[in-house]
């Protein structure tokens, strides 16, 4: 994918997925060990979820083949967000802020699989 048109398709697929449409294929494994990763320290399920000081505004996360949704609590602490930034780095996927619409790209790759965040 071209670096420059990156972050439009980035939008685009956030565009399809509030209107309900995903990619039928195989979950993408990097997708997937953020998801693990991510939600070992921060339970999106369970008593954890809701537990006062959980960073989620809204859980179970959203998760689909090619993507992960995340609203995050007003309060959240600064530590998730640098998880979620880590996280994204090291696995090489785009973060969308759903509050603005900036796209953060794979560290040297264009690649759109990627993970959504927000504040409400």
């Not at 997937?32 to 070992?40: I, Q, W």
């Amino acid at each position: 994918m071209d670096p420059a048109t990156a972050p439009d398709e980035v939008r685009a697929a956030n565009a399809r997925c509030a209107e309900g449409v995903h990619p039928q294929r195989p979950a993408d494994p990097r997708v997937v060990a953020f998801y693990d990763a991510l939600t070992s320290s921060y339970p999106d399920r369970g008593p954890r979820a809701t537990a006062p000081g959980s960073p989620w505004a809204s859980s179970p996360l959203h998760a689909a083949a090619d993507h992960i949704q995340m609203r995050l609590d007003e309060n959240c602490p600064d530590a998730v967000l640098e998880t979620i930034e880590r996280l994204a780095a090291e696995l090489k996927l785009d973060l969308l802020d759903l509050q603005d619409g900036t796209v953060y790209p794979a560290v040297s790759t264009g690649v759109a699989a990627g993970s959504q965040a927000s504040r409400p």
